[in-house]
């Protein structure tokens, strides 16, 4: 029995994991490896912080990591083994800033304002994360508050953290030093460190499309669940009607695996009391399971000026979605062509509210934009309670603190504005206004009662397939789950640039705690299609 060279890992087969297949290999083998002693947790650790100092750090630059644990290494024991006990023992986790440590490391949602903040206490997640034996590897960069400081502004952009970059392309920049092709956020970091190899899998958050985008774009599997499956207490939130968190992994096994340990009631998240889920989200994953299967298109040939979802596709993503409902129908599914209702996607009035642009890099900048009115009403109430609740080690106590800290700092804090921010600080902050109360009711009336529910009613539907993040809205707002699998390769952005070939996902979404059978559709897609293909320009250390 040899010794692969500075891995850690004993080769005891031909098949033995050997360094850059370990860089990509699903959490599934690298708990395998852990479990036969083929690598230590320590060893496993270390290859990651070198690839993180490799890629993140040096090289690409990719900029994913914000801050690593420095009890990582700490944490790796002698002998630690993933158990039915512990599943995770051993496996290095990044963790999106925004979700709460107890420990040495800061949360600060990627915002100078909160620099150098701490929390009180884990996050519930990170306590399932913990008991299960996971590593923390460190923090991961998003979008500067989950994308809800400023329109317009980059996906994976912070004031703290800088900007994350696509590994697919990551040398493309603007000249204002934005990528040209976006890492998708706002759970970005998360989504780009799974993809480039730097951890065995992350965790991120989403209230609408910051899990699912940036999966998307970074050809990585994430479960965007039903609103209560994941306790939201200890995250930073946007918006507690459609906040969760989500598993970020290299195939649907891997994420289910992680659900396992995620969803859990939680006596400080009262959403998850009324939560519904298997023993084990692992099982029935079979490469049959999409027999049969009642899979909605919403794309109607017959009806084109209701086709939000399919019908302004770029031709190379258009050509690609036809191939993979033409493996789902290879599969046994049946594909039923229908457009969404209108008044399932449009939403319903006074649902949005008008914020005037003055994000100075903006091509729209001086325009009207309509952010959700939810969102900006929540925003203020549950970040006040966020920051009286779990913020320590800070001289921020609300989001009029943050507000003028930003304003005082505005040449380092404000590249991008702060217009949502100021939208929402003029609130009340304790959701009493009419205007939210409608706005709310009208989301659910729309997305859910009129969306999906009525839709997947009509046409007695399993799942509904949507390319990309494209479905995002219409799912979390009525609190329903997607699941994300890689669908194949695409080039070139929606404004005609040129760029290498980059993943495009596609999304299996469905009723409330139906997460499951979400699950067993996308594993007999992506075993029918192995679609995922690590990036390129990322070579074995």
Known sequence: MSELPGSGLTERTPSALTMQMLAHAPMSDIIDALAGGRITARALAEFYLARIAAYDRDGPKLNSVRAL?????????????????????????????????????PTTAGSLALEGARARDDATIVKLLRSAGAVILGKANLTEFANMLAIDMPSGYSSLGGQVKNP?????????????????????GSAVAVAAGLCAASIGTETSGSLLFPAGLNGLVTVKPTVGLISRAGIVPLAHSQDTAGPMTRTVRDAAMLLNVLAAKDPLD?????????????????????????????????????????????????????????????????????????????????????????????????????????????????????LRDWATNTDIKTMADIVAFNAANADNALRFGQDHFLAADLTRGDLSEPEYKSARAMDLLSARTRGMDAYMNQHELDAVLFPGAYGAAIAAKAGYPSVMVPGGFVSGTDDGKDTPDYPLGVTFAGRAWSEHKLLRLAYAFEQATDARKPPPALPEL
């Open 69 to 105: 644990n420095p009890d990582a290494l700490a944490g790796t024991l002698d002998g630690m083994r993933p158990s039915a006990q512990r599943p995770l023992a051993g496996v290095p986790i990044l963790l999106k800033d925004n979700i709460a440590t107890g420990d040495e490391q």
């Open 168 to 188: 697919y392309a990551p040398g493309l920049m603007d000249e204002h030093g934005i990528p040209v092709l976006t890492p998708g956020g706002s759970s970005s």
């Open 270 to 386: 009262p959403a998850t009391q009324d939560q519904r889920r298997p023993a084990d989200y692992t099982a029935g994953l079979v490469t049959d399971a999409m027999k049969g299967a009642r899979i909605g298109v919403p794309s109607d040939p017959a009806d084109p000026l209701n086709d939000c979802y399919y019908g302004k596709l770029p031709a190379k993503s258009a050509k690609l979605m036809a191939g993979v409902i033409k493996v789902l129908e290879d599969l046994g599914a049946i594909i039923v062509r229908a457009s969404m209702p209108t008044l399932g996607w449009i939403g319903g009035p006074g649902t949005t509210m008008s914020v005037l642009n003055r994000n100075p890099l903006s091509a729209h900048k001086g325009t009207v934009a309509r952010p959700p009115v939810v969102f900006l009403y929540e925003l203020k109430h549950d970040l006040n309670l966020y």
